[in-house]
């Protein structure tokens, strides 16, 4: 089976621009995460969905939502851009106890 | 407030030595304890996990060692590798809770050759 993808893999955008991000996950995963990584931060959970529901969300400011769709796939879009938002962003899909996380994309805010 | 604690920061381990990373933990309820391994530039692979009915679990040269009573649990490499140098993350859930993941703060593992 294919892995999670993710696109873009990199992305430089200005602040006060918003951003959407891509994830397609292993085919049969219905529930989708994702996390930032920042080398200050750690990895942090933004949200997970499930069914095209959004079923926990982690700490982040409503700048951050997503959704998916009925294929599984999800976006993340990030509006108003801070610089603080610079960081590996990673999605994750899971079946069972195990969940595999893409390659990420590397947000760039200037 | 940190749920998952992780230590070392950093770790320098000679070929053929063997490499322990400990994590712990507060919340009882956590049931479902993943390692994860990741190089630069990719995203965590899962390596071996643990769920707390059990106090060791054995992959290879990775083994997880669980001690329910004191809330740790560490990953054990033996046998170092230079190619097994990466960051290591522990992870704690709760599986029957919407399986949100809470990470350890990593460890830069560097085998020397």
């Known amino acids: 089976k294919a892995g999670v993808t993710q696109t873009p893999r990199y992305l430089i955008k200005t602040r006060g621009q918003q951003v959407t991000l891509s994830c397609s996950p292993i085919?049969?995963?219905?529930?989708v995460s994702w996390y930032q990584q920042t080398p200050g931060q750690g990895l942090q959970f933004l949200f997970e969905?499930?069914?095209?529901?959004?079923?926990n969300k982690g700490n982040f400011p409503g700048r951050f939502s997503g959704r998916q769709f009925s294929n599984s796939r999800s976006e993340m879009n990030v509006s108003t851009l801070e610089l603080g938002d610079s960081a590996l962003y990673l999605c994750?899909?899971?079946?069972?106890?195990?969940?595999?996380f893409g390659p990420g994309t590397r947000l760039t805010v200037t | 407030q940190q749920q998952v604690k992780q230590s070392p920061q950093s770790l320098i381990v000679q070929k053929g030595g063997i490499s322990i990373i400990n994590c712990a933990y507060e919340?009882?309820?956590?049931?479902?304890f993943p390692w994860y391994q990741q190089f630069p530039g990719k995203g965590p692979a899962l390596l071996i996990a643990?769920?707390?009915?059990?106090s060791e679990k054995k992959e290879g040269r990775f083994t997880i060692s669980f001690n329910k009573s004191a809330k740790q649990f560490s990953l054990h490499i033996m046998d170092s590798q230079p190619g097994d140098s990466a960051t290591y993350f522990c992870?704690?859930?709760?599986?029957?809770?919407?399986?949100?993941?809470?990470f350890g703060s990593g460890t830069k593992l560097n085998v020397k050759p």
């Open positions: 994750a899909s899971r079946q069972g106890f195990e969940q595999y």
């Open positions: 085919s049969g995963h219905r529930s």
């Open positions: 969905y499930f069914s095209e529901t959004q079923r």
């Open positions: 919340n009882t309820a956590f049931d479902y």
């Open positions: 643990i769920r707390p009915d059990v």
């Open positions: 992870a704690a859930s709760m599986l029957y809770n919407f399986n949100k993941f809470y």
